[in-house]
């Protein structure tokens, strides 16, 4: 069922835009949904009437705006491992996903962690946040395995590095957790550490 009740005009559509922007960075300013939809009426300029006349409640636009990020983040990641070098050596292509995945999580952690948090106890949001991270390892999967023929361990290898890359990466960008939580290094050191480490993982398997 949807949660968004269909626009019958286009500046409908883009006053409710225009809300759903303005969820987002108050969302993104506070860490939490603590605001109000009065508070996202004078952000964006859109009533709280016409808003009711699109969602129930607050909770559904907090929803809608996920959806619709998860959608741009989607996009985005098809985009970025669109560029995968898969018929180039393992070494460029674990340099690649892992690069390409902390590049991808950097630019989208204001945005991902509130969400992310929210996901503990929203099972709509939790439910999308997982299926955008399907496709997002999947993509990371395929970059990092390339076109050439490999076995069910090469496989589970670096289905093993995806796990451990997100895990580091989430736990540098302090994604779903309090910002406090970030781990004291630079992002490129880590990203270099990790390169490393995978690339002697999977030369092992």
Known sequence: MSLVREPRQARSRQSFERALDAAVALLVERGSPSFTLVEVAHASGVSTGSMYGRIASKDDLIRAAHDREMERLSAETVEVFGAAPLDATDARRVRFAIG??????????????????????????????????????????????????????????????????????????????????????????????????????????
């Open 100 to 205: 390409a995945l902390a590049g991808l999580l950097e630019r989208n952690a204001p945005v991902l962690s509130p969400f992310m948090l929210l996901a503990n106890h929203d099972d709509v949001i939790a439910a999308r946040g997982k299926t955008a991270f399907v496709e997002m390892t999947t993509l990371f999967e395929r970059a990092m395995l390339g076109t050439a023929p490999t076995t069910a361990r090469k496989r589970r290898a670096v289905r093993w590095s995806c796990t451990v890359v997100y895990s580091v990466l989430a736990r540098q960008l302090a994604l779903g957790s309090d910002p406090g939580a970030a781990a004291d290094y630079r992002l490129d050191q880590v990203v270099d550490e990790l390169i490393g480490m995978v690339t002697v993982y999977l030369d092992g398997n």
